[in-house]
């Protein structure tokens, strides 16, 4: 939609009228309808429900329900995700139809008249819930071969007659003939579908029509003569009508559609990690904009006009909706347009950062002058490193309690750090080591406790004494006074090899577990073609030229910081790769934050970098993977769970998307690493675990982008973190689902100088704040608070853990949740509860119910809406319009 309401808005009144005429009798119909055909293999399922709800929006608000689109259309992307799935049938859509899938796959599909059926989206959902009739088109999305009308086409228009030296009507009817009779064996009704048009087509829409009247003429004509053939203009929801209408029994499929390959070594697993940097920024920018949608619902229409301007969230939604495209956050576009993607964002951010200050002077009652330092994660913020006095504010996006540690590059000194009851709390400054800066760079921690979707305010002050009590003054890098090698909090001991400087064992103190683990970097040099196959690696394509990986370095240089608040091992690895192992107190998991970049290139070789973990536990071919941040699928290496695999990439056959995390477990012990971004991954040999980082390449693969990914500019040089945790089998979810939610929903930290004055006169001060009367579950996650309206909110609430994960907290049970009295600034004084993407009712929702031949299924009831006692199943998401009312006083 993000094209069409650009042209809709450029239109005259009369246009717009045939356009409404063409939507109401239904010879105008939308598929998919979201802002942007999104992709599956890099996306969190966070954004993409957002940029579907923007489109459908749009198109509810413009044509009513006659606008609603009943098919899910995702012809181009790259392989396709359960989750994905789950979400299109939780929308309400009747079917979903996809293009790509991989070469074999679609064979042994056509073999089997497998080219339509059930997909389950969700092993937890209660079926039907997250079922979906899902159908492979016959030619990814294009017209057959030989007719093909177009501007960008060579095909032969139809010429009927006879007395013309370029009469070919009869052949071409022929040729169709032929063609539906061979299509139609691969499909299990009278009905097929054929795609016409293509990428960049429909240009000049009558060449393509002219051609098709005739050849439909043509061809139905020999109806005279016998065929049986009829062909008819028609639409995806109409051809899905039919198949419905055939009462006929489907396959069901419980597995995914990666990683895709259209050919042999042709496997489009490298877009997985495509453009790191743009990756973050589009994770960074979907933070952001939650705690920009939830602080516009919490302080109300103050939140848009405010002392510091017009403040709104729509520019950032908008540019967050467009970079869900398969080509924009999958980092397969071309370097000006990535750079134009990121120009988008940044423009979102500002209103947003105005509609914060706004936000944040209500509910606060202060007028500050906030300052956002958008460069923290290379220790840049001109506010705190000047001023000797400043104020910390930081927000919660989260339903529950958080204890966040704050660093901000500071002047040499020691600090005096207020929490928000001017209680003085523990700090330290750290010294960051000289090798990475141009002179000395300090930084400041504390940890900060804040609310549940909140602020807490805190102070800052540089003092001249020593005298006050356990500041922990600056501390340098100093080298282990033993061969010991090693940092630890109450939970978790992390040692090095002393003579490498590699990590080479994590100890889990709580649980008692002793797992060896070795990580390290390397790089694959990427192919450029080779004997076997012309295929290279490129934005979309990972081809590694040799199945063993080169190390960066064999040994890491090492520094030592420990202080009262964070112990960290630096590790040297080579000019252009560095790491810091880092624990805080009170963290459960170690913290590996990387630097890599640029990559060099001067061996005229492309790389392709890689974290490896190496342990000792015995995984027999298996690993597991989240699907776009939800829900987590097993996978085997050189295995595909429905067809026999013929691998002919080892290594790019056996990656997968990891959009938050991916783990490895022995049936005892797990060890999980989380991402910052979505990156690919794999487990390529028992016990190990690897995610690519960061990749250069220097030839194109050839599948559109037209130039080589060299990722210029600022995304030469990437910055990232993978958080390992390490538990029993039996307490991994817990620790990985929490731990996700906090990842993706950081808080957001503000800055102003230390004076402030009242947001009016008479303002009661605030120093800590929560939007809610009581802190949710931790099962429970706050997915969408959200302005819907002048007087309403969107609301989304779900439960964040699958059937049987954490049976010891039962953290997997069915949550009761009081909405009546949750919020703290607004009364709910209506409640409707909607679909998913909050276009229709779900009272009065439907979908098309189909028969699988594994039984009937019966469909549950919508349960009668209380908003007293809502109640979540695992992995359920529900979604609610609110009418508000704000209180005067909040």
């Known amino acids: ?56 929006r749009f198109l509810e608000d413009t044509f009513g329900n006659d606008g609603r689109p009943r098919v899910a259309w995702h012809i181009d992307p790259f392989g396709h995700s359960r989750e994905q799935a789950s979400l299109f049938a939780q929308m309400g859509f009747d079917g979903f139809f996809i293009g790509r899938l991989d070469y074999q796959d679609k064979n042994v599909r056509k073999k089997k008249q497998e080219m339509e059926q059930v997909w389950r989206g969700s092993a937890s959902l209660k079926p039907p819930t997250a079922d979906l009739f899902t159908g492979v088109l016959p030619n990814n999305y294009n017209p057959p071969k030989d007719l093909c009308w177009d501007m960008l086409c060579v095909d032969k228009p139809v010429v009927e007659d006879p007395q013309s030296p370029e009469y070919n009507a009869q052949k071409l009817v022929n040729y169709f003939l032929k063609l539906a009779a061979a299509q139609g064996k691969y499909y ?25 009247d005739k050849l439909i003429q043509l061809v139905n004509a020999q109806q005279a003569n016998g065929s049986r053939i009829h062909v008819l203009y028609s639409t995806p929801a ?70 510091y301007g017009l403040g709104d969230s729509a520019p950032l939604n908008e540019a967050m909706a467009v970079l869900q495209h398969h080509d924009a956050v999958s980092g397969t576009a071309k370097q000006h347009v990535t750079y134009d993607y990121a120009r988008q ?49 930081i927000y919660n996006p989260l339903g529950r309690k958080v204890n966040h540690m704050v660093r901000l590059p500071v002047s040499k000194g020691i600090f005096n750090v207020k929490d928000p009851n001017g209680k003085i709390v523990p700090s330290s400054v750290v010294v960051l080591p000289s090798s990475q800066y141009p002179e000395d760079h300090s930084e400041l921690l504390f940890s900060a406790s804040v609310p549940a979707v909140g602020f807490s305010i805190y102070s800052v002050a540089r003092v001249s004494g020593s005298n006050l009590w356990d500041h922990t003054p600056k501390s340098r890098f100093r080298e282990p006074q033993t061969r010991v090698l090693a940092i630890e909090n109450e939970y978790i001991r992390a040692i090095f090899n002393p003579d490498t400087g590699l990590l080479m064992k994590i100890e889990n103190l709580e649980q008692q577990l002793v797992l060896p683990v070795k990580q390290s970097f390397f790089w694959y040099e990427a ?53 810091v192992v880092r624990l805080y107190p009170g963290q ?30 015995r995984t027999e071919g298996q690993f597991y993977t989240d699907s776009n941040g939800r829900e987590i699928l097993k996978r085997r290496r050189d ?28 049936g005892y012990m797990q060890l999980t690493v989380l991402t910052d971004r979505s990156q690919g991954g794999s487990s390529l040999s028992d016990g190990s675990l690897e995610l690519m980082v960061h990749r250069k390449l220097l030839v194109d693969d050839e599948r559109g982008v037209g130039e080589p990914l060299l990722d210029e500019g600022s995304g030469e040089w990437v910055r990232g973190r993978h958080l390992v945790l390490l538990d029993q089998v039996n307490n991994a979810a817990a620790g990985h689902r929490l731990l996700a939610e906090k990842e993706v929903l950081a808080p957001q930290v503000v800055l102003s100088p230390g004076g402030s004055i009242p947001y009016y006169s008479g303002a009661i001060p605030r120093t800590q704040f929560s939007g809610l009367h009581q802190p949710l579950p931790p099962s429970v996650r706050l997915l969408t608070l959200a302005r819907w309206g002048p007087k309403m909110v969107l609301l989304r609430l779900e439960h964040q853990f699958a059937v049987g994960e954490d049976s010891g907290r ?55 809406l209380n908003p007293a006692s809502i109640t979540l199943q695992p992995m359920e998401i529900r979604t609610f319009v609110a009418s508000v009312k704000w209180k005067e006083d909040s």
């Open 639 to 666: 295995y595909r769970p429905t067809w026999q695999l013929n691998q002919t990439e080892p290594v790019a056959g056996n990656y997968y998307p990891v959009n938050s995390r991916i783990y490895i477990t022995d």
């Open 588 to 617: 459960r998991h170690l913290e590996l934050e990387w630097t890599v970049g640029p990559i060099p290139t001067i061996d005229n070789w492309g790389k392709e970098v890689i974290s490896r973990f190496d342990t000792p536990l």
């Open 1 to 56: 939609m993000a094209f069409f309401s650009r042209w809709w808005r450029q239109q005259t009144n009369a246009t717009q009228e045939v356009v409404w005429d063409l939507v109401r009798q239904g010879r105008l119909e939308f598929a998919n309808g979201g802002w942007v055909m999104n992709d599956e293999g890099a996306t969190h399922y966070g954004a993409t429900v957002d940029q579907m709800t923007l489109g459908l």
């Open 188 to 212: 299990r009704t009278n009905h097929t579908m054929m795609t016409m048009g293509s990428d960049f087509q429909y240009e000049n829409a009558n060449l393509w029509f002219k051609n098709l």
């Open 527 to 579: 192919s450029i073609g080779d004997k076997d196959s012309s295929q290279a690696s490129g934005a979309y394509i990972f081809r590694p030229s040799q199945s063993e990986p080169v190390p960066v370095s064999r040994w890491a240089q090492t520094h030592l910081v420990k202080t009262a608040l964070v112990q960290e091992v630096h590790q040297n690895f080579s000019a252009w790769c560095s790491q």
């Open 810 to 864: 039962n953290l997997s049970s069915p949550v009761t949740l009081d909405l009546q009295n949750l919020f703290a600034t607004f009364i709910i004084t209506h409640l409707q509860e909607t679909t998913l993407a909050a276009n229709q009712p779900r009272a009065s929702a439907s979908r098309l119910k189909w028969t699988l031949n594994t039984g009937p299924i019966s469909s549950p009831t919508p349960p009668k």
């Open 238 to 307: 109409c051809y899905l009508q039919e198949l419905n209408k055939a009462k006929l029994t489907w396959s069901l499929k419980e597995d995914d559609f990666f990683p895709y390959a259209d050919g042999p070594n042709m496997f489009w697993t490298g877009y997985f990690s495509s453009r790191p940097a743009l990756k973050r920024y589009e994770r960074l920018s979907y933070n952001f904009l939650q705690v920009c949608n939830q602080l516009e619902a919490l302080a109300g229409p103050a939140a848009n006009e405010g002392p």
């Open 345 to 393: 964002l940044a423009a979102g951010w500002r209103p947003c950062e105005v509609l914060l200050s706004n936000a944040l002077s209500r509910l606060s009652g202060y007028k500050a002058a906030f300052s956002f330092c958008l460069k923290l994660n290379i220790s840049i913020c001109p506010l705190s490193k000047k001023l000797a006095h400043f104020q910390v504010t």
